[in-house]
């Protein structure tokens, strides 16, 4: 996959993710506008029956009047209806001027006698009118009708006095008058002066809109999480097979390049064996018989590296352990690589502190271990190598270090070293040979045995290796 797909799925992806998202804010936004409007629909219904309700009650209290106590025989209606024919009655007979003054005169004072049926004769102050206790009653009974279970503060107003005459709790008179608030005439039917408003606040109102739609919102978070983590893990894994199939190409070129010198080597070999020409005395025959061992033998190392990688990844490295000397395992890697280091003109130092020394491992694996450290403290470093392995006890287990004057790594690379195929890069420079598996194998060896490695590096300054091997609990 090169580089210009990648890019351009990635930038189709994000405006993909882009646009879901903006699409679930959209709905999310539009859900919540009609949450509000129901909202204040709702308010409205009910706070309307509250002020008719205060109303009738007003109404019924006026009806309490001594004419109609006296007319308890008669209904309402048919005393209106009596009222009404007598002044029919009367107007008719009017034919003169001075006749209609009288009948005048009489008609207004029948409509006060009406009107005092009706209302007040004189309008009394707003909190004589009301009862605060019925009306925070009537409030909560409305709200809880329309399912408004939240809390609420409430306030009556008159626009003519400039003062809030009764608050419920009298903790938010400012919210009240402003333009968050709901307002509601008093008494619409009063016909006399200005009205009184009753004023409603909700100080609790978005988390109340909120709690009625926790499901819709949380369904809603949980898809946007959900879009956001595949887009997340879909350009993940992109670079990731980007970086594997770069990996696996240096791999197969590495691999190839190993396996082509020490064949070529051996063919050549054999092709002068087989040369009748060249005189073959015994040394010969050995110096040749020894490359061919040499070469065979490195051969033999290779396919162990790429063959233990492939245990590892199917998981099944099974270790054989048992009581060993690491001191003894450690020197005998030490002999192995001195060669190698001497002809680099190099040396390799030991410090083996560590008095109990018995550990149950398995010796194949822990002596691969040690020499694929030593190898790569040799292999990466440019002047002459010098290297000090040291040991220490402690309570629970042995510290092996391994530290190396070579190039060092970088901040950036340390965490990936332990990784399959994984090389430290090195530029234009190609000196240094390898797979990439071997620090893999490391790791997956230690963790085996249930102990640690860690690295401390500094470009130019070296590398520290340190492994820490548990005792057994029949060590203990």
């Not at 009748?276 to 396919?303: F, H, P, S, W």
């Not at 280091?341 to 502190?353: A, F, S, W």
């Amino acid at each position: 996959m090169n580089k210009r797909l990648i890019i351009f799925i990635i930038i189709l992806m994000s405006v993909a993710l882009l646009g879901l998202m903006s699409i679930q804010v959209y709905w999310i936004r539009n859900a919540v506008i009609v949450k509000e409007a129901g909202f204040v629909q709702s308010v409205n219904e009910a706070i309307s029956n509250v002020v008719i309700r205060l109303e009738r009650i007003e109404k019924v209290k006026n009806f309490q009047n001594p004419m109609l106590r006296n007319s308890s025989r008669l209904s309402l209606n048919k005393y209106f209806d009596s009222i009404n024919k007598q002044f029919i009655d009367e107007m008719s007979k009017i034919t003169s001027l001075r006749e209609y003054e009288s009948f005048n005169q009489k008609s207004i004072a029948t409509q006060r006698e009406f009107g005092s049926m009706l209302h007040p004769p004189k309008k009394q102050p707003i909190e004589e009118r009301i009862n605060e206790h019925l009306l925070d009653s009537l409030i909560k009974f409305e709200l809880t009708k329309y399912g408004i279970n939240t809390q609420y503060e409430y306030g009556v107003y008159s626009p003519a006095r400039f003062n809030m005459l009764i608050q419920k709790t009298g903790m938010y008179p400012t919210k009240l008058l402003s333009e968050e608030s709901f307002q509601f005439a008093l008494f619409p039917s009063d016909i006399q002066g200005n009205p009184d408003f009753l004023m409603l606040y909700f100080p609790n109102e978005q988390r109340f809109l909120i709690s009625k739609m926790w499901l819709l919102l949380l369904l809603s978070a949980v898809l946007m999480l959900i879009i956001i983590l595949s887009f997340y893990t879909s350009i993940s894994t992109i670079f990731k097979q980007k970086r594997l199939s770069v990996m696996k190409n240096d791999f197969i070129n590495n691999m190839t390049h190993e396996f082509k010198t020490p064949i070529s080597t051996i063919a050549l070999v054999c092709e002068a064996l087989k040369d009748k020409d060249i005189q073959k005395t015994e040394e010969i025959y050995d110096n040749y018989i020894g490359i061919i061992n040499d070469e065979n033998t490195r051969l033999k190392v290779m396919a162990e590296k790429i063959l233990q990688t492939a245990i590892i990844e199917k998981g099944k490295l099974h270790l054989k352990k048992e009581w060993v000397d690491i001191h003894e395992i450690i020197l005998e890697d030490v002999r192995k690589i001195m060669i190698q280091v001497e002809k680099k003109g190099g040396k390799i130092y030991t410090d083996l502190k560590a008095e109990n020394v018995k550990l149950k491992v398995d010796p194949l694996h822990i002596t691969n271990v040690i020499l694929n450290l030593l190898d790569n403290a040799m292999k990466y470093t440019i002047e002459e190598p010098e290297i000090l392995i040291s040991t220490i006890e402690t309570d629970s287990g042995i510290k092996i270090s391994i530290q190396d004057n070579g190039i060092g790594i970088s901040k950036a690379n340390q965490r990936k070293i332990f990784d399959k195929l994984y090389r430290v890069p090195t530029g234009n420079v190609h000196n240094f040979k390898g797979f990439g598996l071997g620090l893999s194998y490391v790791k997956a060896v230690i963790d085996k045995h249930e102990g640690s490695i860690k690295l401390t590096s500094e470009l130019k300054r070296g590398s520290t290796f340190q492994v820490f091997l548990p005792y057994s609990d029949q060590n203990n």
